[in-house]
């Protein structure tokens, strides 16, 4: 499946599935989304996977959050409550 970097609708799309999938809020998700994006697009060569792996590290900590497990500090930060 190829996933275009390059339309705000794609992104979109993704954070509402996500948010779907995960039972929390579109503003939470976005929040984490776009957080994730920015450092991964700051660190990447290729910028055609950067939604693949945005999106599962997002899954990856709204699962370990609500499991309750330990998040990555560098995550922690985007976790605590607003």
Do not use: C, W
């Not at 809020?25 to 929040?31: L, T």
């Amino acid at each position: 499946m190829f996933i275009s970097t390059n339309k705000p609708d794609d992104h979109k799309r993704f954070i509402e599935v996500i948010a779907r999938e995960s039972a929390v809020s579109i503003d939470e998700v976005a929040r984490l989304y776009d957080h994730e994006r920015a450092a991964l697009e700051a660190s990447s060569r290729i910028k055609a996977f950067v939604p693949v792996f945005v999106m599962r590290n997002v899954r990856d900590l709204l699962r370990r959050r609500a499991s309750n497990q330990p998040i990555p500090a560098r995550a922690g930060e985007i976790l605590s409550p607003a």
